[in-house]
């Protein structure tokens, strides 16, 4: 779970001591018209104990706030860019937890609880859509055809 960390952490200008942060987060408006947003139960990093957050999903990146009133002078408590994940699956048997789901990349999982089934379900499908549209995909430029270089 370090890189998924270190990841949101830099995502939101934050350094390992958590002391710097940038202001404009890509650009991203988090404050006007998300795609979706609501409230999950996540694991602290380091205290391991389950915090009810309110989250913000807007234009591939997944925000998360102590208050559900967001405004242009929010700061995010941390941000997930979600073009570097790989899978959002439901992780009610992973963690013996009725409505929990794990956003994975490569080499980390973080776990997330909602409030219902239904709202599993809308965040999984929400995340899921946003993984697809803001993945990089390989252009035709990017492709090197090894068997033509000999």
């Known amino acids: 779970m ?12 934050m350094s390992d ?8 987060y890509d650009g991203v408006e988090f404050w006007s018209n998300p795609e ?22 807007k234009q591939g990146k997944l ?3 102590k208050e559900s009133n967001v405004t242009r002078v929010s700061r995010p408590r941390g941000v997930i860019p979600v073009a570097s994940c ?15 789901f ?21 965040w999984i499908n929400s995340i899921g859509r946003s993984i697809v549209q803001h993945s990089r995909s390989v252009t035709d430029s990017e492709i090197v055809d090894y068997d033509s270089k000999r």
Do not use: H
């Open 63 to 65: 925000f998360w706030f």
């Open 2 to 13: 370090a890189s998924l960390w270190r990841a949101a952490k830099s995502a939101v200008g």
């Open 17 to 24: 001591d958590f002391n710097e942060t940038i202001d404009d």
């Open 102 to 122: 794990e956003l994975s990349t490569r080499n980390d999982t973080m776990y997330f609880i909602a409030d219902s089934e239904k709202e599993k379900e809308d």
């Open 86 to 100: 790989l899978t959002v699956k439901g992780a009610e048997d992973v963690l013996n937890k009725p409505f929990a």
């Open 36 to 57: 979706r947003t609501g409230w999950l139960s996540k694991q602290g990093e380091y205290l391991r104990n389950w915090r009810r957050r309110w989250f913000v999903l």
